[in-house]
């Protein structure tokens, strides 16, 4: 393995944790020209790694965070979006359960946490357009493939479910209307269970059907010709 | 403008064609190590332009095509996708009319021309992965919001709009299905007439409504919350 990076390409991370709210990782830059500032885990790529790999190994060194698994989103290059010289950066995102993980920040990241969205102010280079477009990706795919197996409980309320959608939409949905929607999918199980040890009125449990969720993940389509 | 290359990034294009029939076009390497192979169009990124400028500017030397538009599908960069030095790659495609487009060779390009897809043999690097996910991307896009207005005479019968979507998918579909998913979609506007000077029975015309075509072309959801 060589350990050579490639001069002018970069990987950055957008990491979405849910944990009965959605938020952003972001790490504190610890050296170099953004010393000080709020970013995307983002690094170099070495010639002997795959993207993939890169964006793993990146991660993994700022954040702690290991076998997430990363999409990419696309290649970010307009001539100025990196100061001093030409860099073109891929782009990856996640959406995943945020205690699931131990941060524990290293390599060039001084520290690193959860954000609200409302909270992030202003990022480096051209990340806040790389987050805009990773939000725009997660709302797609939170509209064309079931999301919750592993956000969520093995047990949920249908509440429970409204505020993951609510959140990876980042908007709010009209209650019985998404009961309604969601319900007619046959993808929730009614487990004949309310929940227990709450001070409202206990509200009842569902789960997947796990063969409607993966058949749902495949066959994303609108338009079911 | 400086013409001066990144060493390690390439474009590479992959332009499919409508014209009754889904074709991928090719161009013939006039020169360099795959000499005399039919491949898709690419080349290098200078560092004074934009990955969509590359895209354009290279697509046009090589093959005359001018004011496509390109969407990015994603980078590739598996370690050895390139003979000889690490070299990662972004690709772009397109879905356009064929017969908008005079073809004119160019640059490093020899030969160009359209192909069916059985017709494409053995590509070089990894062009063969990346024209497979453009056809994956493509039939995403035609099941998530519509498609034909630039590629469809203004007005056509429901089995030539039948027979672009056969294209873009490259599956055989159900005749009567089809016609009542599409017709159920109010996309379609019946012009009252009827084809005229054909052999067969002759069909009925039928428009795009565009408010309809556009309100669809924007929310392209199957969970409609």
């Given at each position: 393995?060589?350990?050579?990076?490639?001069?002018?390409?970069?990987?950055?991370?957008?990491?979405f944790?849910?944990?009965?709210?959605?938020?952003v990782?972001?790490?504190?830059?610890?050296?170099?020209?953004?010393?000080?500032?709020?970013?995307?885990?983002?690094?170099?790529?070495?010639?002997?790694?795959?993207?993939?790999?890169?964006?793993?190994?990146?991660?993994?060194?700022?954040?702690?965070?290991?076998?997430?698994?990363?999409?990419?989103?696309?290649?970010?290059?307009?001539?100025?979006?990196?100061?001093d010289?030409?860099?073109?950066?891929?782009?990856?995102?996640?959406?995943i359960?945020?205690?699931?993980?131990?941060?524990?920040?290293?390599?060039?990241?001084?520290?690193?946490?959860?954000?609200?969205?409302?909270?992030i102010?202003?990022?480096?280079?051209?990340?806040r357009?790389i987050?805009?477009?990773?939000?725009?990706?997660?709302?797609?795919?939170?509209r064309?493939?079931?999301?919750?197996?592993?956000?969520?409980?093995e047990?949920?309320?249908?509440?429970?479910?409204?505020?993951?959608?609510?959140?990876?939409?980042?908007?709010?949905?009209?209650?019985?209307?998404?009961?309604?929607?969601?319900?007619g999918?046959?993808?929730?199980?009614?487990?004949?269970?309310?929940?227990?040890?709450?001070?409202?009125r206990?509200?009842?449990?569902?789960?997947?059907?796990?063969?409607?969720?993966?058949?749902?993940?495949e066959?994303?389509?609108?338009?079911?010709?």
């Amino acid at each position: 393995m060589s350990d050579k990076i490639m001069e002018d390409l970069s990987i950055d991370c957008v990491i979405f944790g849910f944990d009965g709210e959605l938020k952003v990782l972001l790490v504190k830059h610890g050296e170099g020209i953004s010393k000080g500032k709020w970013a995307l885990p983002g690094g170099w790529i070495t010639y002997d790694e795959s993207l993939d790999e890169a964006a793993n190994r990146v991660l993994f060194l700022l954040t702690g965070m290991d076998s997430v698994f990363l999409e990419q989103l696309r290649a970010f290059g307009a001539v100025n979006r990196f100061p001093d010289k030409r860099v073109i950066t891929v782009a990856y995102y996640s959406l995943i359960k945020a205690s699931d993980y131990e941060l524990m920040p290293g390599f060039t990241a001084s520290e690193v946490r959860w954000f609200s969205p409302s909270e992030i102010g202003e990022l480096p280079y051209d990340h806040r357009e790389i987050l805009d477009y990773a939000f725009s990706q997660l709302r797609k795919k939170v509209r064309q493939e079931p999301i919750g197996f592993n956000l969520l409980p093995e047990k949920f309320t249908l509440l429970q479910l409204q505020t993951l959608y609510e959140s990876a939409l980042q908007i709010k949905l009209d209650k019985p209307n998404f009961r309604r929607k969601i319900l007619g999918m046959n993808l929730l199980v009614d487990c004949g269970e309310k929940q227990d040890n709450v001070s409202h009125r206990a509200a009842k449990l569902y789960r997947f059907d796990e063969e409607v969720y993966n058949s749902l993940k495949e066959d994303k389509f609108v338009l079911d010709l």
